[in-house]
Protein backbone atom coordinates (compact mmCIF):
# COMPACT_ATOMS: atom_id res chain seq x y z
CA UNK A 1 0.00 0.00 0.00
CA UNK A 2 0.99 3.54 -0.19
CA UNK A 3 2.88 4.92 2.69
CA UNK A 4 5.28 8.19 3.26
CA UNK A 5 7.97 8.51 5.37
CA UNK A 6 9.47 11.21 7.46
CA UNK A 7 12.81 12.27 9.11
CA UNK A 8 12.12 11.46 12.96
CA UNK A 9 11.93 14.73 15.18
CA UNK A 10 12.36 17.21 16.53
CA UNK A 11 14.82 19.37 14.32
CA UNK A 12 16.41 21.75 16.34
CA UNK A 13 17.45 24.85 14.61
CA UNK A 14 18.82 28.37 15.26
CA UNK A 15 17.18 31.41 13.60
CA UNK A 16 18.21 32.23 10.57
CA UNK A 17 19.75 28.45 9.53
CA UNK A 18 18.81 26.43 6.49
CA UNK A 19 16.28 23.79 6.93
CA UNK A 20 15.88 20.72 5.33
CA UNK A 21 12.88 18.07 6.08
CA UNK A 22 13.20 14.89 3.98
CA UNK A 23 9.92 13.24 2.64
CA UNK A 24 10.28 10.23 0.62
CA UNK A 25 6.93 8.22 -0.24
CA UNK A 26 6.04 4.71 -1.76
CA UNK A 27 2.97 4.76 -4.06
CA UNK A 28 2.00 3.33 -7.61
CA UNK A 29 0.79 5.37 -10.66
CA UNK A 30 1.23 9.33 -10.13
CA UNK A 31 0.49 10.61 -6.86
CA UNK A 32 -0.14 14.13 -5.51
CA UNK A 33 2.35 15.43 -2.99
CA UNK A 34 1.57 18.05 -0.12
CA UNK A 35 3.31 19.08 3.17
CA UNK A 36 1.02 20.02 5.67
CA UNK A 37 2.26 22.27 8.81
CA UNK A 38 0.28 22.22 11.96
CA UNK A 39 1.15 25.14 14.70
CA UNK A 40 0.43 24.31 18.19
CA UNK A 41 -3.19 24.12 19.69
CA UNK A 42 -4.36 24.31 15.69
CA UNK A 43 -5.67 21.90 13.06
CA UNK A 44 -3.42 20.92 9.70
CA UNK A 45 -2.96 23.56 7.02
CA UNK A 46 -2.11 23.35 3.31
CA UNK A 47 1.89 24.89 3.39
CA UNK A 48 2.29 23.66 -0.53
CA UNK A 49 1.50 20.81 -2.82
CA UNK A 50 2.75 19.17 -6.35
CA UNK A 51 1.21 17.44 -8.57
CA UNK A 52 3.57 16.37 -11.12
CA UNK A 53 6.44 15.05 -11.48
CA UNK A 54 9.70 18.23 -11.57
CA UNK A 55 6.60 20.15 -10.18
CA UNK A 56 8.65 22.91 -7.53
CA UNK A 57 5.50 23.68 -4.74
CA UNK A 58 6.21 27.15 -3.00
CA UNK A 59 5.20 29.23 -0.28
CA UNK A 60 5.44 31.50 2.40
CA UNK A 61 9.54 30.76 1.45
CA UNK A 62 9.39 27.06 2.19
CA UNK A 63 9.73 24.78 -1.54
CA UNK A 64 9.83 21.20 -1.99
CA UNK A 65 10.54 19.93 -5.69
CA UNK A 66 8.62 16.43 -6.58
CA UNK A 67 11.14 13.99 -7.69
CA UNK A 68 9.88 10.68 -9.08
CA UNK A 69 13.04 9.23 -9.74
CA UNK A 70 14.10 9.20 -6.31
CA UNK A 71 10.41 9.27 -4.63
CA UNK A 72 11.33 12.42 -2.69
CA UNK A 73 9.47 15.65 -1.97
CA UNK A 74 12.12 17.12 0.67
CA UNK A 75 11.04 20.55 2.13
CA UNK A 76 13.37 23.16 2.61
CA UNK A 77 13.86 26.73 3.62
CA UNK A 78 16.92 29.10 3.43
CA UNK A 79 16.35 30.95 6.75
CA UNK A 80 14.24 29.67 9.58
CA UNK A 81 12.45 31.90 12.01
CA UNK A 82 11.45 31.04 15.43
CA UNK A 83 7.86 31.58 14.10
CA UNK A 84 8.54 28.81 11.62
CA UNK A 85 8.49 25.92 14.89
CA UNK A 86 5.76 23.92 13.99
CA UNK A 87 4.81 20.11 13.19
CA UNK A 88 5.68 19.35 9.13
CA UNK A 89 3.30 16.66 7.32
CA UNK A 90 4.30 14.92 4.05
CA UNK A 91 1.38 13.42 3.01
CA UNK A 92 0.28 11.67 -0.55
CA UNK A 93 -3.00 11.55 -2.06
CA UNK A 94 -3.74 9.24 -5.32
CA UNK A 95 -7.67 9.25 -5.01
CA UNK A 96 -9.96 10.69 -2.50
CA UNK A 97 -7.87 9.57 0.46
CA UNK A 98 -4.29 10.94 1.47
CA UNK A 99 -1.63 8.99 3.54
CA UNK A 100 0.04 11.45 6.07
CA UNK A 101 3.81 10.67 7.38
CA UNK A 102 4.13 10.59 11.02
CA UNK A 103 5.21 14.40 11.12
CA UNK A 104 8.73 16.40 12.18
CA UNK A 105 8.46 18.56 15.08
CA UNK A 106 10.60 21.55 14.13
CA UNK A 107 11.71 23.84 16.83
CA UNK A 108 13.47 27.34 16.26
CA UNK A 109 15.25 29.16 18.95
CA UNK A 110 16.29 32.59 18.43
CA UNK B 1 -15.15 32.58 5.05
CA UNK B 2 -15.58 30.30 8.46
CA UNK B 3 -13.29 27.22 8.61
CA UNK B 4 -14.00 24.37 9.44
CA UNK B 5 -14.96 24.19 13.54
CA UNK B 6 -14.95 20.93 16.04
CA UNK B 7 -16.85 21.07 19.09
CA UNK B 8 -16.14 20.52 22.16
CA UNK B 9 -12.16 21.42 22.08
CA UNK B 10 -11.61 19.23 24.66
CA UNK B 11 -13.15 16.43 26.30
CA UNK B 12 -12.03 14.68 29.58
CA UNK B 13 -14.60 10.67 29.73
CA UNK B 14 -14.59 7.79 31.92
CA UNK B 15 -13.74 4.39 30.67
CA UNK B 16 -17.04 2.60 29.42
CA UNK B 17 -18.92 6.09 28.43
CA UNK B 18 -19.96 7.01 25.44
CA UNK B 19 -19.05 10.41 23.32
CA UNK B 20 -20.31 12.55 20.71
CA UNK B 21 -17.79 14.66 18.75
CA UNK B 22 -19.01 17.24 16.47
CA UNK B 23 -17.78 18.54 13.20
CA UNK B 24 -18.82 21.88 11.35
CA UNK B 25 -17.31 21.69 7.35
CA UNK B 26 -16.69 24.50 5.49
CA UNK B 27 -19.83 25.41 3.56
CA UNK B 28 -20.04 23.89 0.01
CA UNK B 29 -17.46 21.38 0.85
CA UNK B 30 -18.90 18.55 -0.26
CA UNK B 31 -16.45 15.96 1.24
CA UNK B 32 -15.65 15.20 4.94
CA UNK B 33 -13.24 13.49 6.55
CA UNK B 34 -12.37 12.26 10.14
CA UNK B 35 -9.14 11.48 11.81
CA UNK B 36 -7.34 9.92 14.84
CA UNK B 37 -3.80 11.83 15.68
CA UNK B 38 -2.32 10.37 18.25
CA UNK B 39 1.31 11.18 19.94
CA UNK B 40 3.89 10.25 17.93
CA UNK B 41 1.93 8.35 15.09
CA UNK B 42 1.14 10.82 12.49
CA UNK B 43 -2.76 10.84 11.42
CA UNK B 44 -5.24 7.95 11.25
CA UNK B 45 -8.08 7.95 8.37
CA UNK B 46 -11.20 7.04 10.09
CA UNK B 47 -14.14 7.44 7.61
CA UNK B 48 -15.03 9.56 4.65
CA UNK B 49 -18.36 10.98 3.44
CA UNK B 50 -18.34 12.25 0.21
CA UNK B 51 -22.07 14.10 -0.90
CA UNK B 52 -24.69 11.30 -0.90
CA UNK B 53 -22.76 8.31 -1.54
CA UNK B 54 -22.18 5.85 1.01
CA UNK B 55 -19.04 6.55 3.77
CA UNK B 56 -15.80 4.55 3.41
CA UNK B 57 -15.59 3.39 6.49
CA UNK B 58 -12.38 1.27 6.39
CA UNK B 59 -10.40 2.93 8.91
CA UNK B 60 -12.95 2.87 11.88
CA UNK B 61 -10.73 0.41 14.35
CA UNK B 62 -13.78 -1.12 15.79
CA UNK B 63 -17.43 -1.01 15.78
CA UNK B 64 -17.51 1.18 18.60
CA UNK B 65 -16.96 3.90 16.14
CA UNK B 66 -19.68 5.31 14.46
CA UNK B 67 -20.10 8.48 12.27
CA UNK B 68 -23.08 10.11 10.50
CA UNK B 69 -22.85 13.18 8.42
CA UNK B 70 -26.68 14.84 8.72
CA UNK B 71 -28.17 17.00 5.21
CA UNK B 72 -24.11 16.79 3.91
CA UNK B 73 -23.02 19.52 5.96
CA UNK B 74 -21.93 18.64 9.90
CA UNK B 75 -21.02 15.30 11.14
CA UNK B 76 -21.02 13.50 14.30
CA UNK B 77 -18.73 10.92 15.30
CA UNK B 78 -19.54 8.63 18.50
CA UNK B 79 -17.43 6.29 20.50
CA UNK B 80 -19.23 3.78 22.59
CA UNK B 81 -17.96 2.35 25.43
CA UNK B 82 -14.92 4.09 25.40
CA UNK B 83 -11.52 2.82 25.90
CA UNK B 84 -7.89 4.78 27.49
CA UNK B 85 -6.61 3.74 23.92
CA UNK B 86 -9.12 5.69 22.57
CA UNK B 87 -7.53 8.40 23.93
CA UNK B 88 -6.07 11.29 21.03
CA UNK B 89 -6.66 14.27 19.30
CA UNK B 90 -10.11 13.90 16.87
CA UNK B 91 -9.51 15.78 13.59
CA UNK B 92 -12.23 16.69 11.15
CA UNK B 93 -11.25 18.16 7.74
CA UNK B 94 -13.84 19.37 4.46
CA UNK B 95 -12.56 19.42 0.46
CA UNK B 96 -14.27 20.33 -2.32
CA UNK B 97 -13.63 16.38 -2.90
CA UNK B 98 -11.48 17.02 -6.19
CA UNK B 99 -9.53 13.99 -5.63
CA UNK B 100 -5.88 13.39 -6.00
CA UNK B 101 -4.72 16.97 -6.33
CA UNK B 102 -7.42 18.16 -3.08
CA UNK B 103 -6.62 20.16 -0.37
CA UNK B 104 -8.05 19.28 3.21
CA UNK B 105 -9.29 21.95 5.49
CA UNK B 106 -8.66 20.56 9.05
CA UNK B 107 -10.66 22.12 11.70
CA UNK B 108 -8.37 22.51 15.32
CA UNK B 109 -9.53 18.99 16.92
CA UNK B 110 -11.14 17.79 19.61
CA UNK B 111 -8.91 16.20 22.73
CA UNK B 112 -10.39 13.12 23.90
CA UNK B 113 -9.24 11.90 27.21
CA UNK B 114 -10.32 8.72 28.44
CA UNK B 115 -9.71 7.88 32.44
Known amino acids: GDSVTQMEGPVTLSEEAFLTINCTYT??????LFWYVQYPGEGLQLLLK?????DKGSNKGFEATYRKETTSFHLEKGSVQVSDSAVYFC?????????FGRGTSLIVHP | GAGVSQSPSNKVTEKGKDVELRCDPISGHTALYWYRQSLGQGLEFLIY????????KSGLPSDRFSAERTGGSVSTLTIQRTQQEDSAVYLC?????????????FGPGTRLTVL
Open chain 1, 50 to 54: ATKAD
Open chain 2, 93 to 105: ASSLAQGRTDTQY
Open chain 1, 27 to 32: ATGYPS
Open chain 1, 91 to 99: ALSRSYIPT
Open chain 2, 49 to 56: FQGNSAPD
